[in-house]
């Protein structure tokens, strides 16, 4: 059974970079097809796709944030890392590791890790 954790400081000051961390465990990042996702949910607000890093490494990147995120991975530690830069407190919000093969739907999800950004 695949699953996702994510890792990272919870509280991150405005102006700085955020960075978080998934580990992946019951398969690889590596595996033909799949997905590897960041998405975020600020509080009140809906769900919003961050961007992907693909089984081959491609970087697919959200058009709204691609001037502030960096998705990188390290295949040997089964990792995939999201940064974003330049952070305010509209960048509060759980953040989401996810995994699918392609399709509509998500088929992993980690738990989620909540971010502030505050002095």
């Known amino acids: 059974q695949v699953q996702l954790q994510e890792s990272g400081p919870g509280l991150v000051k405005p102006s700085q970079t955020l960075s978080l961390t998934c580990t992946v465990s019951?398969?690889?990042?590596?595996?033909?097809?799949?997905?590897w996702n960041w998405i975020r949910q600020p509080p009140g607000k809906g769900l919003e796709w961050m961007g992907a890093?693909?089984?081959?490494?491609?970087?697919h990147d959200s058009s709204s944030l691609k001037s502030r995120t960096s998705i990188s991975r390290n295949t040997s530690k089964n990792q995939f890392t999201l940064q974003l830069s330049s952070v305010t407190p509209e960048d509060t919000a759980v953040y989401y590791c996810?995994?699918?093969?392609?399709?509509?739907?998500?088929?992993?999800w980690g738990q989620g890790t909540q971010v502030t950004v505050s002095s």
């Open positions: 996810a995994g699918d093969a392609g399709g509509e739907h998500i088929d992993y």
């Open positions: 019951g398969g690889s990042i590596t595996t033909d097809y799949y997905y």
């Open positions: 890093i693909a089984w081959s490494g491609k970087i």
